[in-house]
Antibody, heavy 124, light 110 residues
Framework: QVQLVESGGAVAQPGTSLRLSCAAS????????MHWIRQAPGKGLEWVAV?????????YYADSVKGRFTISRDNIKNTLFLQMDSLRPEDTAVYYC????????????????WGQGTLVTVSS | IVMTQSPDSLALSLGERATINCKSS????????????LTWYQQIPGQPPKLLIS???IRESGVPERFSGSGSGTDFTLTISGLQAEDVAVYYC?????????FGQGTKVE
């Protein structure tokens, strides 16, 4: 069965960096676009970033994190990463990784499976 | 694309029907594929979201038949026919018509 296990969440000071990881198993990792989504405490869902499944290695980011966060993946180790730099208090959230659907009708943005999430708290 | 759900919360009795609406600020129907690029997720308290319905009306494997999705273009509905105790959750609609994909604010079902 599909398993996604996030790690790396911590308490960080504003302006510092964190790196999140998502270990994937139970599916062919390299065939799926992979996403990060976050949820601030008591709030709704916000999509953060995606890394495509194909050789073009397309990456897209939410405007709120563009230029500060970098998504990457290791298809050998079946792991997704999120490098978070210049952290701000508003980045405080549970960060989920999610597996996108197998490419269909021009999209891999259906979030089929989610991990349990890892909590990032940005505070001085 | 801004996704707006109504109502924000819903309090019902067991066995009643729950109706959650989702409106997008622009159409999420892609005519070349003849599909609406919209999903519904369920988030039970303390758990990650779970995919219920994709393409506006296609129920995921294992999702009970009491969950159904309808609508097209800019107006969509999630219906839970015969509410069960385990359906207490927050429900989100989500458009993947373009990037960035966006979620509704959520509807809490109690």
């Amino acid at each position: 069965q599909v398993q996604l296990v996030e790690s790396g969440g911590a308490v960080a000071q504003p302006g510092t960096s964190l790196r999140l990881s998502c270990a994937a198993s139970g599916f062919t990792f390299g065939l799926h676009g992979m996403h990060w989504i976050r949820q601030a405490p008591g709030k709704g869902l916000e999509w953060v970033a995606v890394f495509s499944y194909d050789e073009e290695e397309t990456k897209y980011y939410a405007d709120s994190v563009k230029g500060r966060f970098t998504i990457s993946r290791d298809n050998i180790k079946n792991t997704l990463f999120l490098q978070m730099d210049s952290l701000r208090p508003e980045d405080t959230a549970v960060y989920y990784c999610a597996k996108g659907n197998y490419y269909e009708s021009g999209t891999y943005y259906i979030l089929e499976n989610w991990g349990q999430g890892t909590l990032v708290t940005v505070s001085s | 694309i801004v996704m707006t759900q109504s109502p924000d919360s819903l309090a019902l009795s067991l066995g009643e029907r729950a109706t959650i609406n989702c409106k997008s600020s622009q159409s999420v129907f892609y005519s070349l594929e003849n599909k609406d690029y919209l999903t519904w997720y369920q988030q039970i308290p303390g758990q990650p979201p779970k995919l219920l319905i994709s393409w506006a009306s296609i129920r995921e494997s294992g999702v009970p038949e009491r969950f159904s999705g309808s609508g097209s273009g800019t107006d969509f509905t999630l219906t839970i026919s015969g509410l069960q105790a385990e359906d207490v959750a927050v429900y989100y609609c989500h458009q993947y018509y373009n990037t960035p994909p966006t979620f509704g604010q959520g509807t809490k079902v109690e």
